[in-house]
């Protein structure tokens, strides 16, 4: 797989459920962040964790990091039909450039 | 809150016309970026910007890009002879650190006809 890569491609819940979406990447990184992008909109940045920290919450979001697996997760706890939007990962591996993931597609259904 | 703007929102551009996206950055950032996404595709890394001077760029950014800072607010990205394979959604970021939160403007949509 490529650096930062999500999965499910596409996840679809009920209002009121939890999403879990899932980033791989394959080098060492300094961080990872996420990033929300509605349709044909701009990125909005989420949550940034470093490579020294293994959870970080904020809100109604929690993100793990697990450097010896090369993985994260980002749990929406709650879900509203607004999370419904596409989500990404992006590592920063200390080259002044991020590199995104393909991203996950949320639908909330109301 | 402050935000990263860019305009045009849209831009149709015949090919071979030479193009130029703007961009205002968080005022107080120092690092500033372009990143590029086709329809469907990832967000593709362009080009990062520090101290007045690329500090790093992709395979993407060719001799057909340059970016310039030409004061202190303005951030644009030069596109000197368009190809239709460079229609894509164009964004700006900018940083106040290395290695810290990138804010994204909207970003311009570029249509190559």
């Known amino acids: 797989s490529q650096q930062g890569e999500e999965d499910p491609q596409a996840l679809s819940i009920q209002e009121g459920e939890n999403a879990t979406m899932n980033c791989s990447y394959k080098t060492s990184i300094n961080n990872l962040q996420w990033y929300r992008q509605n349709s044909g909109r701009g990125l909005v940045h989420l949550i940034l964790i470093r490579s020294n920290e293994r959870e970080k919450h904020s809100g109604r979001l929690r993100v793990t990091l697990d450097t010896s697996k090369k993985s994260s997760s980002l749990l929406i706890t709650a879900s509203r039909a607004a999370d419904t939007a596409s989500y990404f990962c992006a590592t920063d591996t200390g080259r002044r450039a991020l590199t995104f993931g393909s991203g996950t597609r949320l639908q909330v259904q109301p | ?113």
């Open chain 2, 1 to 113: 809150e402050p935000e990263v703007t860019q305009t045009p929102s849209h831009q149709v551009t015949q090919m071979g016309q030479e193009v130029i996206l703007r961009c205002v950055p968080i005022s107080n950032h120092l690092y500033f970026y372009w990143y590029r996404q086709i329809l469907g595709q990832k967000v593709e890394f362009l080009v990062s910007f520090y101290n007045n001077e690329i500090s790093e760029k992709s395979e993407i950014f060719d001799d057909q890009f340059s970016v310039e800072r030409p004061d202190g607010s303005n951030f644009t990205l030069k596109i000197r002879s368009t190809k239709l394979e460079d229609s894509a959604m164009y964004f700006c970021a900018s940083s106040g650190m290395v290695y810290t939160e990138a804010f994204f403007g909207q970003g311009t949509r570029l249509t190559v006809v």
